[in-house]
């Protein structure tokens, strides 16, 4: 009897054991696929490249899961290969001609999901986008390519930050450009040729945004524009050194100059005009008689008669030197008679 009721107890604990798994199961299960809650509509799309997007892969605008993939099929047009997605949408969501989806990362580990991107002024309902609406999915590790001697000396957290920020800016995100300057700087002070890394990498991110149909082209231009300063100063790298050894003599003795003259950063420039000019007229005034000071001071270069300029056909009346003509405080020049 007692052998009869342990073999129940044991059928009974692996019949409990079996339901847990089973409820486990459904339960990753129900995780994994992640249903859309409420009515969903299908929808196709064509896409060039869907590399990392599977079926039960997210459908997402602005991080929000609005969908799922239903099926991935390749397909032929002429001579190149497409892939068509058929996918769900709720039904609060629609697809519009002027739709743009995008494949993009969902993590480091390559998952992709399709990024609806949603237009201000909705366009033309539609069923199907063609692959010219679409924008395809991309290797990063063509960011790399040319950089392995540098990702030896780096460790696995700096290359998944590195690759975070970068995917972040390709993507389209403005707030991964800083992340992404940052790991540069970080990925330049490993490597003896600063200017080649940068190069390499702006010609890989140019690379990689072409073939993501141009997400990026201010963040290129602007990478491509970091690089030539970049590439300029490094022509005149052995100039520092002097700079930083002869500069403090030469800055010194001028920043004392400023000082003495009162020129520091707490200088008020209004109250330092106010003392000197009682009012704006007294300023335009003192403006309007800068030609005339300008004039004393005999400088040829200063006195230079402008083009255009009337010429005393007879010479200039030589005047003595405290004797000046002046003409609303303007010098005038007194020309010989006819003879």
């Known amino acids: 009897m ?3 009721v342990g073999m129940l107890l044991t059928l009974g604990k692996l019949a409990v054991a079996a339901a847990l798994s ?3 199961f459904a339960i990753v299960l129900s995780a994994i696929t992640n249903p859309v809650d409420g009515e969903t509509s299908l929808y196709t799309a064509e896409f060039t490249d869907v590399s990392g997007l599977h079926v039960n892969g997210d459908v997402r605008t602005k991080g929000v899961r609005i969908g799922k993939v239903r099926s991935i099929e390749l397909i032929r047009d002429g001579s190149r290969s497409k892939a068509e997605v058929e996918f769900s949408l709720a039904d ?39 692959a010219t609406a679409t924008r395809p999915s991309f290797d990063i590790t063509e960011l790399f390519n040319g950089l392995q001697p540098v990702l030896d000396t780096m460790s696995t957290e700096q290359i998944n930050t590195f690759m975070a920020n970068a995917i ?3 993507q389209g995100d403005g707030s991964g450009l800083a992340p992404m300057l940052d790991s540069v700087e970080r990925l330049a002070d490993l490597a003896r040729d600063r200017e080649q890394v940068i190069s390499t990498l702006v010609a890989n991110i140019s690379r990689i945004a072409d073939s993501m149909g141009g997400r ?14 970049i590439a300029k100063a490094m022509t005149v ?9 002869y500069g403090p003599e ?20 209004d109250e330092l005009v106010g003392r000197a000019f009682a009012s704006t007229s007294s300023a335009a005034e003192a403006l309007r008689l800068l030609p005339v000071a300008f004039a004393g001071l005999q400088l040829p270069q200063l006195t230079t008669p402008a083009a255009g300029a009337l010429k005393c056909g007879n010479g200039v009346v030589q ?21």
């Open 2 to 4: 007692s052998a009869r």
């Open 22 to 24: 089973v409820a486990l």
């Open 92 to 130: 609060s969501y629609r697809l519009f001609d002027n739709t743009v989806l995008a494949v993009k990362y969902q993590n480091l580990t390559g998952v992709r999901f399709i990024d609806l991107e949603t237009p201000e002024h909705a366009g033309r309902a539609v069923r199907r986008l063609p």
């Open 168 to 170: 972040t800016l390709l």
């Open 216 to 229: 990026s082209p201010q963040v290129v231009g602007f990478l491509h524009s970091l690089s030539f300063p």
């Open 237 to 245: 790298l052995q100039e520092f050194p002097k700079t930083a050894a």
């Open 250 to 269: 030469f800055l010194t003795p001028v920043h004392r100059l400023l000082d003495e003259l009162g020129l520091d950063p707490n200088m008020n420039v």
């Open 319 to 339: 005047l003595p030197t405290e004797v000046r003509v002046l003409l609303n405080g303007s010098e005038v020049v007194v020309c010989n008679g006819p003879r």
